[in-house]
Structures are given as C-alpha cells and as structure tokens.
C-alpha cells in the first residue's frame, strides 16, 4: 500500500515538474525581450528593481538574476526528468526532493550571488 502511494506520489511530482517546466520555458523568452515598467508601462512590462521588489516580495532585483535563475530552474527540472526516467520506480521520489530542496536554495542563493 506504501509503496503505491510511493510511485502515485512520483507521478504527481513528475506531471507538476512538466508543468513547471513548460511555463518556465515559454517565460523565459517573454522576460528575456520585456522592458522594465518604469522605462515603458504596459502589458508586456516586468517590475524589476527593488522598489517592487519591497512592495510585492519579488525576488528579482533586475532582468539579470530573473534569467539566470530561470534558467537554473530549468536546467535543475531537465536533469531531474532525465534522471527519474532512468530510476526504477520508488526511487526516483529521492531525485524530486533532492531538485525541490535545489529549486528552494536557488531561488534564495542565486540573487545574493549574481
């Protein structure tokens, strides 16, 4: 019965990673063209800066960090897929908790560090 639940669980994770996975890859090219909303305000605009940042808790201080740290995410979930592929079911659940805890300290770490 655990171990059903084991590989329902790794499905699940699998399916949100695609999911993740598909939108993060058609942002990345929207933001990479976008203008910052304080040079030209509308619908195709980012809030970059700090300003935002404090209002809204946007993790991004510029355009800079927000591509690279997609690009992490990227790059992390593409090698996650590829690895739980190979894995025999009820392990490959070790290789989505290990992405997600990389996924969280990116997200932290990547804007102090750029």
Not at 30 to 57: D, K, L, R, V
Request: some cysteine.
């Amino acid at each position: 019965m655990l171990g059903r639940a084991l590989i329902a669980l790794e499905w699940v994770l699998a399916v949100l990673f695609v999911l993740f996975l598909l939108v993060l890859a058609l942002e990345l090219p929207a933001a990479w063209n976008a203008q910052t909303c304080s040079i030209q305000p509308g619908p195709n605009c980012y809030y970059w800066g700090p300003g935002w940042a404090a209002e809204y808790g946007w993790h991004y201080a510029n355009k800079r960090v927000y591509l690279i740290s997609g690009v992490f995410s990227l790059a992390v979930m593409v090698a996650t897929l590829a690895t739980a592929f190979w894995l025999r079911p009820g392990r490959r659940i070790a290789v989505f908790a290990g992405a997600i805890a990389l996924l969280h300290a990116g997200d932290h770490l990547l804007p102090h560090v750029l």
